[in-house]
């Protein structure tokens, strides 16, 4: 990536992202995939929505002023992805887990900053073993933009540098950065990923505190609408969608404490 030396603030600040490379497969719950089964223990109930209106404690993201009234029956959620310690070690797994599972409900919910599916991220140990579930249906009124064809996955590792946008506008002076992101002449590609850089379009990086500890939330997993075609220093070209979409062609990105990944993770579509 073409990144002008004089901005060393930026330079600084890389960060790998492994990017999935998704290509049609039939992926089985003992694998990292999108949108194929999860390993889900047939002892545990399948997730339901977090988000309700009025909010629950366990929602996915704070300002919630849309969710699926609480009187009404909360919809089953799908499972969008698992990642897998040996494959992504870069992903900040608790203590004692080694599996990372994403759910979606899959219509449309809004917040402040967010407007499309509800999130659910499972830290899990593969190793309890166990009867494994079989996945409901998606619930009848989920949206088919948001239901994931199955994808293995084919990780590359390539680094990524922030967006100017990251950085607070009384500090870019100091650091020797342009006023605005416009001013640099590079930009993030979409595609699907884990860590790295958040891709800015459509909104900024506020708001993005953790809502028990306060601590700045840090980008750990796209799922892109579409995989752009830049280089990444693989040799992979086969890339495929997933089969959903988010925002306009967008990518949801799903942030997380970098105290405790346990603590609410965020979400914005961009
Ligand atoms: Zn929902
Ligand atoms: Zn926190």
Redesign the pocket.
Same mark, same amino acid.
């Given at each position: 990536m073409n990144l002008p030396t004089e901005f060393s603030a930026l330079i600084e600040r890389a960060r790998t992202a492994v990017r999935l490379h998704p290509v049609d497969g039939e992926p089985a719950v003992g694998e990292s995939h999108l949108g194929g089964p999860l390993l889900w223990p047939a002892s545990e109930p399948w997730p339901t929505c977090p988000v309700t209106w009025p909010p629950k404690a366990e929602a996915t993201d704070d300002g919630w002023t849309g969710g699926h009234p609480d009187d009404e029956p909360v919809p089953a959620m799908v499972g969008a992805a698992q990642f897998y310690r040996r494959d992504f070690p870069e992903l900040p797994f608790p203590d004692g887990t080694d599996l990372a599972q994403v759910l979606l409900c899959p219509t449309f919910h809004t917040s402040k900053r967010h407007y499309g599916p509800a999130v659910r991220l499972v830290w899990r140990d593969s190793k309890t073993g166990g009867e494994v579930a079989e996945a409901p249906e998606p619930p009848e009124e989920a949206d088919d933009m948001f239901l994931p064809q199955p994808r293995v996955l084919n990780p590359c590792r390539l680094e990524e540098f922030p967006y100017v946008d990251e950085f607070p506008l009384d500090r870019r002076v100091e650091l020797g950065l342009p006023a605005s992101g416009d001013d640099v002449d590079y930009e993030l590609g979409q595609f699907s990923k884990v860590g790295g850089w958040t891709a800015w379009y459509a909104g900024d990086p506020e708001d993005l505190s *953790?809502r028990? *500890?306060?601590?700045r939330l840090r980008q750990a997993i796209a799922l892109a609408t579409q995989e752009d075609e830049v280089p990444c220093g693989c040799e992979r070209r086969d890339d495929e969608e997933a089969g959903w979409e988010f925002g306009e062609q967008g990518a949801l990105n799903i942030f997380l *404490?970098p105290?405790?990944p346990r603590?609410p993770v965020k979400v914005r579509t961009e």
């Open positions: *953790c028990e *500890c306060g601590a *404490c105290t405790d603590h």
